[in-house]
């Protein structure tokens, strides 16, 4: 109940395109749900995130799709570029204990060809 | 304003012997947490500790794992007698003090190899 599972695996967009990666959950009790971007080397860095109350969040070229009946979200890339490439882990946290505890994906591994 | 510090970044230990990971939490945070990723894999919650407090080590081996947080220094995730399965990136994560702190912010990451 606690995964969230994620797909693609890996995915190859055109410079321009559009880059979307899928998740799903099981816990409704999750409140909290953040997508994280890796640079191979580096630890994940916050990239947007999203609570259930809303729909739909956009920053800049980042945006969530969340659809709380369906317990999908899923993050869209607008004009995708080289630099994006990273691997994108999506993720649902529940405020438990006094502390959101976090559960990943498997991630996404994003490559951006010119 | 740096960043969440992690030493050594690279680890290379053989079969039985320990390995020692530290974290320094970002500046103000008094909260820290492990998490574990094996290679083509997401992250695994380890362990979350406040200041000399172990407050969630659910997702934390029975055996071999320990990590404390002391009131001085870094936070400290120890491995003892490695095995060919404790080869991973071990990151840590810190949040500041505070009710429903959402963000957590990560270091670089140790990557330990075990022979």
């Known amino acids: 109940q606690q995964q969230v599972k994620q797909s693609p695996q890996s995915l190859i967009v055109q410079k321009g395109g559009i880059s979307i990666i899928n998740c799903a959950y099981e816990n409704t009790a999750f409140d909290y749900f953040p997508w994280y971007q890796q640079f191979p080397g580096k630890g994940p860095a916050l990239l947007i995130a999203?609570?259930?109350?809303?729909s739909e969040k956009k920053e800049g070229r980042f945006t969530i799709s969340f659809n709380k009946s369906a317990k999908q979200f899923s993050l869209h890339i607008m004009d995708s570029q080289p630099g994006d490439s990273a691997t994108y882990f999506c993720?649902?946290?529940?405020?438990?204990?006094?502390?959101?505890?976090?559960?990943f994906g498997t991630g996404t591994k994003l490559q951006v060809i010119p | 304003n740096a960043g969440v510090m992690q030493n050594p970044r690279h680890l290379v230990r053989r079969r039985g012997q320990e390995a020692r990971l530290r974290c320094s939490p970002m500046?103000?945070?008094?909260?820290v947490y492990w998490y574990r990723q094996l290679p083509e894999e997401g992250l695994k919650f380890m362990v979350y500790l406040q200041k000399e407090n172990i407050i969630d080590e659910s997702g934390m081996p029975k055996e071999r794992f320990s990590a404390e947080f002391p009131k001085e220094g870094p936070s400290i995730l120890r491995i003892q007698q490695v095995v060919r399965g404790d080869s991973a990136a071990y990151f840590c994560a810190s949040s500041p003090p505070g009710l429903a702190t959402d963000t957590q912010y990560f270091g670089p990451g140790t990557r330990l190899t075990v022979l």
């Open positions: 993720a649902a946290s529940l405020y438990s204990g006094g502390y959101q505890k976090v559960t």
């Open positions: 500046k103000g945070h008094s909260h």
């Open positions: 999203i609570r259930p109350d809303v």
